[in-house]
């Protein structure tokens, strides 16, 4: 216990947040359940410089080491704690899932604020590993998270500064235009093997084995779906951090490593094992809000799938079912059936054994009358049926196949599409010689991760981000009437939906592409903020806000796992007439990537928390996605020799839950860059001339982005003519 010494320690006042926290949980201490992360390390962690190294983090953040109690007056104040210890136990257990079973009922334990702090580091020694777990009270939700602790600590460990915490959403909107102290830090170079490592991912991820440390990763088709997963390997692997806004000012291996911060070798997060015996599970947090928007549109089909491609060369349709269902062997998403009653909403693996109970290839053979377009149209019933078609067609004319891949939304994301078509690949090869494929590890069960998710729940720091972003903001998109056609129609609102494509010149992707690179930027940064700019153009507005996807994988030990991960997020563009085009792109491509930490809170959370309910709709109209280097684009290995090519067909879009929705299509096409933007726009909000003006807007955008002002035009410069 600590002695409440006046004259030994001070007594401290409380912030409003600490005192709405502390009484929380002495009225609802079940509402108080505590945050918790953990990381394992490989064999060599030096026991006694790891506490050293703890030691060096509470005492530089001594809020950790608090307690709380009443002064003379009954006022609330803390006093700090100097013996670092109470703070830290180390121990041995003989089983990881030991050393969870710790941290749990270390969670579920009530908090005596008087006489223990709000902070725990669990070090546990299993085997030669050595697990290191935080244990945080919401009490210090403004003042640090577990990945600023173990950024600090690893710092301490490795002999750099400890550094600070990131500051709370609030103070760093408050000083947006000043560097914080830690972000002043500069963090020395890992070196030339760490550059080795970077390069290696590279080539891994680019399949280009000839890459240099000095070649830079988007001119080998990099992009930042690959650059994120780069970013987890690199830490759940080799213990190397580094920033995702890097990749566009450090694009080389080389420079990359410059910047990157060694923090351990093989950090993984720690995971349970016991994926196989998880056969029905909760729905995942963000695949709960896309259930409940499926169930809001009466089970139709607008959370459908409707892949489709055409093959340029003969594929075998017998090896092609035999290596898919090679897939739905591995992931056991594609064999799930889902259910939504009000009382229980839940996912159930369908067991191997029962697979053939359930039909979901068709050859060509027994396609005749069905069509790309029925198959889009199809009506799954979740509850008695896999959520996937497969279904060959064949001209009759010239004898090109073609496939309708139709997958429900609620088993897997556009992430998850890229490994099923690599590794159908892969499947496709091994059964053309005969055997089935033999996979580097197995997947990790998404249901694990549901379960996992959901006794996590919702971080209050990262919902309150998004709701400190997005609070003051416009909702919605309001347009001018053209012609005397306003967009809204008489009658319901409906999900009818048109659509457009915009396909630039050559010349115009290949400056768009020069541009972004100039202004340390994506190209989904670009064309975002150009969207955004002709909005405003067209409807004189002062902000807009602009939903997006993030994939929702933070954990590089789901990477390879097929399952519904993505969330949608929101952010607020602000305008202002003095800023430059440059500055607006930096800005817009920056509040995205740093927003991606706080990515795993559902919208639905979001809107709630500002006071929405499922009658308002979404907060944004306007959503804006890229789909990069399209795994529908690509080749299977032919079974002699050679490859079996294969180009998406786009479906025909005629339903759409958002106002206006851009695609961004960036491909590279043998050899060559290629670029659209399909634009999907609701025929009740938005009429066909709205639209157009819409689109002459982008165009015109786009063209003055690449011309000789560019990035130093101020925005009331940038000019947009009738058309």
């Given at each position: 216990?600590?002695?409440?010494?006046?004259?030994?320690?001070?007594?401290?006042?409380?912030?409003?947040?600490?005192?709405?926290?502390?009484?929380?949980?002495?009225?609802?201490?079940?509402?108080?359940?505590?945050?918790?992360?953990?990381?394992?390390?490989?064999?060599?962690?030096?026991?006694?410089?790891?506490?050293?190294?703890?030691?060096?983090?509470?005492?530089?953040?001594?809020?950790?080491?608090?307690?709380?109690?009443?002064?003379?007056?009954?006022?609330?104040?803390?006093?700090?704690?100097?013996?670092?210890?109470?703070?830290?136990?180390?121990?041995?257990?003989?089983?990881?899932?030991?050393?969870?079973?710790?941290?749990?009922?270390?969670?579920?334990?009530?908090?005596?604020?008087?006489?223990?702090?709000?902070?725990?580091?669990?070090?546990?020694?299993?085997?030669?590993?050595?697990?290191?777990a935080f244990v945080l009270h919401p009490v210090l939700d403004q003042t640090c998270r577990e990945d600023d602790l173990y950024r600090m600590v690893m710092n301490a460990y490795a002999g750099r500064p400890v550094g600070a915490p990131h500051l709370?959403?609030?103070?760093?909107?408050?000083?947006?235009?000043?560097?914080?102290?830690?972000?002043?830090?500069?963090?020395?170079?890992?070196?030339?093997?760490?550059?080795?490592?970077?390069?290696?991912?590279?080539?891994?991820?680019?399949?280009?084995?000839?890459?240099?440390?000095?070649?830079?990763?988007?001119?080998?088709?990099?992009?930042?779906?690959?650059?994120?997963?780069?970013?987890?390997?690199?830490?759940g692997s080799h213990g190397l951090e580094v920033q995702f806004n890097d990749f566009f000012s450090a694009p080389t291996a080389?420079?990359?490593?410059?910047?990157?911060?060694?923090?351990?070798?093989?950090?993984?997060?720690?995971?349970?094992?016991?994926?196989?015996?998880?056969?029905?599970?909760?729905?995942?947090?963000?695949?709960?809000?896309?259930?409940?928007?499926?169930?809001?549109?009466?089970?139709?089909?607008?959370?459908?799938?409707?892949?489709?491609?055409?093959?340029?060369?003969?594929?075998?349709?017998?090896?092609?079912?035999?290596?898919?269902a090679d897939l739905v062997e591995r992931h056991a998403s594609l064999r799930s059936t889902f259910h939504f009653s009000e009382g229980e909403a839940y996912q159930q693996i369908v067991p191997l054994a029962e697979l053939p109970r359930y039909r979901w290839f068709w050859s060509s053979h027994d396609s005749a009358g069905a069509s790309l377009a029925s198959e889009a149209g199809y009506r799954f019933d979740l509850s008695r049926?896999?959520?996937?078609?497969?279904?060959?067609?064949?001209?009759?004319?010239?004898?090109?196949?073609?496939?309708?891949?139709?997958?429900h939304h609620m088993a897997i994301d556009e992430w998850s599409l890229n490994v099923m078509m690599q590794e159908l690949a892969q499947a496709y090869q091994a059964r053309a010689n005969g055997r089935a494929p033999i996979w580097d590890a197995p997947a990790p069960s998404f249901h694990e991760y549901a379960q996992r998710e959901q006794a996590k729940g919702i971080d209050a720091q990262h919902l309150a981000y998004w709701t400190d972003m997005l609070r003051p903001a416009t909702p919605g998109l309001a347009?001018?009437?053209?012609?005397?056609?306003?967009g809204v129609t008489s009658g319901a609102a409906t999900t009818r939906a048109e659509w457009f494509e915009i396909r630039p010149q050559q010349a115009l992707i290949d400056g768009l592409h020069g541009f972004a690179r100039q202004n340390n930027a994506s190209l989904f940064g670009v064309l975002y903020t150009a969207i955004a700019v002709a909005?405003?153009?067209?409807?004189?507005?002062?902000?807009?806000?602009?939903?997006?996807?993030?994939?929702?994988?933070?954990?590089?030990?789901?990477?390879?796992?097929?399952?519904?991960?993505?969330?949608?997020?929101?952010?607020?563009?602000?305008?202002?007439?003095?800023?430059?085009?440059?500055?607006?792109?930096?800005?817009t491509s920056r509040m995205i990537n740093d927003s991606m930490a706080f990515a795993d809170v559902p919208m639905e959370q979001i809107q709630q928390a500002l006071g929405m309910t499922a009658a308002d709709g979404l907060l944004f109209d306007v959503y804006v996605q890229i789909h990069a280097n399209n795994a529908l684009n690509g080749e299977l290995p032919a079974p002699e020799a050679g490859s079996i090519r294969y180009r998406q067909i786009d479906p025909?879009?005629?339903?759409?839950?958002?106002?206006?929705?851009?695609?961004?299509?960036?491909?590279?096409?043998?050899?060559?860059?290629?670029?659209r933007l399909v634009v999907t726009y609701r025929s009740d909000r938005y009429s066909a001339a709205q639209m157009a003006r819409v689109r002459t807007a982008i165009e015109q955008v786009l063209a003055q982005f690449v011309s000789a002002a560019g990035a130093d035009a101020r925005l009331e410069q940038v000019a947009i003519l009738a058309g």
């Open positions: 216990m600590m002695e409440r010494n006046p004259e030994a320690a001070a007594q401290l006042s409380v912030s409003g947040f600490e005192e709405h926290a502390w009484l929380t949980q002495q009225q609802y201490p079940e509402q108080s359940l505590r945050h918790f992360s953990a990381w394992r390390f490989a064999e060599g962690l030096d026991l006694a410089r790891l506490e050293q190294a703890l030691q060096a983090v509470i005492e530089q953040v001594p809020d950790l080491n608090a307690r709380y109690c009443f002064n003379d007056d009954g006022e609330l104040n803390k006093l700090h704690a100097t013996d670092w210890r109470t703070c830290v136990a180390v121990s041995s257990v003989d089983a990881e899932a030991q050393a969870e079973a710790c941290v749990q009922a270390l969670r579920s334990e009530p908090w005596d604020a008087e006489r223990q702090p709000p902070f725990n580091a669990l070090v546990q020694q299993h085997g030669q590993a050595t697990i290191l709370p959403w609030r103070q760093w909107q408050a000083t947006a235009q000043t560097a914080s102290a830690l972000s002043q830090v500069q963090v020395a170079g890992a070196g030339d093997d760490a550059a080795q490592i970077i390069l290696g991912e590279f080539r891994s991820a680019l399949a280009e084995p000839g890459m240099g440390l000095d070649d830079d990763f988007f001119d080998f088709g990099g992009h930042s779906l690959l650059a994120t997963r780069i970013i987890g390997k690199l830490l080389k420079a990359l490593a410059a910047r990157a911060q060694v923090l351990g070798q093989g950090v993984r997060p720690v995971l349970p094992g016991q994926a196989a015996e998880v056969r029905k599970a909760p729905f995942a947090l963000a695949q709960a809000s896309l259930g409940r928007a499926y169930a809001a549109f009466d089970f139709g089909t607008i959370f459908n799938l409707p892949f489709a491609m055409d093959f340029l060369d003969e594929v075998d349709e017998a090896l092609f079912e035999q290596a898919f049926e896999l959520p996937m078609r497969v279904r060959f067609f064949r001209d009759p004319q010239h004898q090109r196949q073609s496939l309708s891949l139709l997958v347009l001018p009437a053209v012609d005397g056609q306003a909005l405003h153009k067209v409807g004189g507005l002062r902000d807009l806000v602009i939903g997006t996807s993030a994939s929702g994988r933070t954990d590089p030990a789901y990477y390879d796992t097929v399952g519904y991960f993505t969330t949608m997020v929101a952010h607020r563009v602000q305008f202002d007439a003095q800023q430059s085009v440059g500055a607006l792109i930096e800005h025909e879009k005629n339903q759409s839950m958002f106002g206006i929705q851009f695609e961004i299509m960036d491909n590279v096409i043998d050899g060559q860059r290629a670029l």
